[in-house]
């Protein structure tokens, strides 16, 4: 069975600063998608950025980038020039196939970022 | 990106109660899919739904839950008799027709007394 690890509860960063959360996940298939979402405290989940597996470029999104290592299966989140409305948890996610058009989300813990001033 | 609204935004209910969450999209579509967060917790996922059928379910997603799209177009979850324990976010999820990455809806809080 897949399973995400996010090994960090909580991280913090000074303002306009670069933090990395950290995302581990096991899987035996070849082929997937993985996900970094944002969850504010209007508890709304929202997509920062996708990462296919078949590709060896990292995905970037403005100020956020990943780290994919498929062999290591590991796929960190960096955030750039941190902003006050940064300040949410973080999940990581992988997505499985389970039917022929049908996936579902497997989600880690979550890692609480705080942003400070 | 794709929209999503969710009704109620938050639902206070007695413990054994029967209470139904709507998810509407803003265009047609044929997938769809529930997830539950318990507060503090991570996302879970309940079902996956598909063309008036479910295609994939949790081992969370007992004989207490339902899914329908009642009208062609709104997706419902319905919770027969709802517990303490079912006090949580549900969120609906859409995926994008090209690259199947899910949107989720803005959740709808169910507290349970």
């Known amino acids: 069975a897949q399973t995400v690890t996010q090994s960090q509860p909580e991280m913090s960063v000074q303002e306009a600063e670069t933090v990395t959360l950290s995302c581990t996940y096991d899987?035996?298939?070849?082929?997937?998608?993985l996900f970094w979402y944002k969850q504010p405290p209007s508890r709304q989940m929202i997509l920062v950025i996708r990462?296919?597996?078949?590709?060896?470029q990292n995905a970037t999104e403005n100020r956020f980038s990943v780290n994919f290592q498929k062999a290591a299966k590991s796929f960190s989140l960096k955030i750039s020039d941190s902003q006050l409305g940064d300040t949410a948890m973080y999940f990581c996610a992988f997505m499985k196939h389970v039917t022929d058009s049908s996936y579902k989300l497997i989600f880690g813990s979550g890692t609480r970022l705080l942003v400070r001033p | 990106e794709p929209e999503v609204t969710q009704t109620p935004s938050h639902q206070v209910t007695q413990m054994g109660q029967e209470v139904i969450l709507r998810c509407v999209p803003i265009?047609?579509?044929?997938?769809f899919y529930w997830y539950r967060q318990i507060l503090g917790q991570k996302v879970e996922f309940l079902v996956s739904f598909y063309n008036n059928e479910i295609s994939e379910k949790s081992e969370i997603f007992d004989d207490q839950f339902s899914v329908e799209r009642p009208d062609g177009s709104n997706f419902t979850l319905k919770i027969r008799s709802t517990k303490l324990e079912d006090s949580a976010m549900y969120f609906c999820?859409?995926?994008?027709?090209?690259?199947?990455?899910?949107?989720f809806g803005p959740g709808t809080r169910l507290t349970v007394l």
């Open positions: 899987t035996s298939e070849n082929n997937y998608y």
């Open positions: 999820a859409r995926p994008d027709r090209i690259t199947d990455t899910q949107y």
């Open positions: 265009s047609n579509h044929l997938y």
């Open positions: 990462q296919e597996a078949y590709k060896q």
